[in-house]
T-cell receptor
Framework: AQSVAQPEDQVNVAEGNPLTVKCTYS??????LFWYVQYPNRGLQFLLK??????LVKGSYGFEAEFNKSQTSFHLKKPSALVSDSALYFC?????????????FGRGTSLIVHP | DTEVTQTPKHLVMGMTNKKSLKCEQH?????MYWYKQKAKKPPELMFV???????INESVPSRFSPECPNSSLLNLHLHALQPEDSALYLC????????????????FGPGTRLTVT
């Protein structure tokens, strides 16, 4: 069975500082990894994904994520946080064997960016 | 057009009512999903349609009945719900499902906020 762990319920960062939201995964076969953001009273919005190739993936709104196969991690990063980045962030994994193509979501990390 | 639309935005229904949630996408996606989401929790998968056929039912109670009339539309029919069914119901679509689809991201609608009284 595949799984995703987001070890932090909440991440606090000052505006202008770099941010990291952590994600580790477990999956059979090759992992397909995704980050989504959810603003209050809205649906999830796709940020970026890792399929294959470069370990550093760039996405929307200046976000990027680094795939690390040996550590089975896919941490979300941004060099300079904005107050408007405050939201709920979900990491998700999809696999290629059996029923693992169905996305598995992490529990979510609430990012709070302070002015 | 990368938009998934859902109606209504809000719905309040009694435990004896029958109502329907609607979802529409015009991206040509062949996989569509219903999720239930409680506050500050991850979305919980309910149903997956692939090429207009129900491919996954995550042991959802029969008071929830999905329908996919065509490749662009997805409905969720509600009947005799319980207060614990109150949640945000999200529809999503992706370019593929099953073996052809794990590399595709999902596009989510804004959701229907359902309150069961």
């Amino acid at each position: 069975a595949q799984s995703v762990a987001q070890p932090e319920d909440q991440v606090n960062v000052a505006e202008g500082n770099p941010l990291t939201v952590k994600c580790t995964y477990s999956v059979s076969g090759n992992p397909y990894l995704f980050w989504y953001v959810q603003y209050p009273n809205r649906g999830l919005q796709f940020l970026l994904k890792y399929i294959t190739g470069d370990n550093l993936v760039k996405g929307s709104y200046g976000f990027e994520a680094e795939f690390n196969k040996s550590q089975t991690s896919f941490h979300l990063k941004k060099p300079s946080a904005l107050v408007s980045d405050s939201a709920l962030y979900f990491c998700a994994v999809r696999g290629t064997s059996g029923g693992s193509y169905i996305p598995t979501f992490g529990r979510g990390t609430s990012l709070i960016v302070h002015p | 057009d990368t938009e998934v639309t859902q109606t209504p935005k809000h719905l309040v229904m009694g435990m004896t009512n029958k109502k329907s949630l609607k979802c529409e996408q015009h991206m040509g996606h062949r996989a569509m999903y219903w999720y239930k989401q409680k506050a500050k929790k991850p979305p919980e998968l309910m149903f997956v349609y692939s090429y207009e056929k129900l491919s996954i039912n995550e042991s959802v109670p029969s008071r929830f009945s999905p329908e996919c009339p065509n490749s662009s539309l997805l409905n969720l029919h509600l009947h005799a719900l319980q207060p614990e069914d109150s949640a945000l119901y999200l529809c999503a679509s992706s370019q593929g499902a099953r073996l052809a689809g794990p590399n595709y991201e999902q596009y989510f609608g804004p959701g229907t906020r359902l309150t069961v009284t």
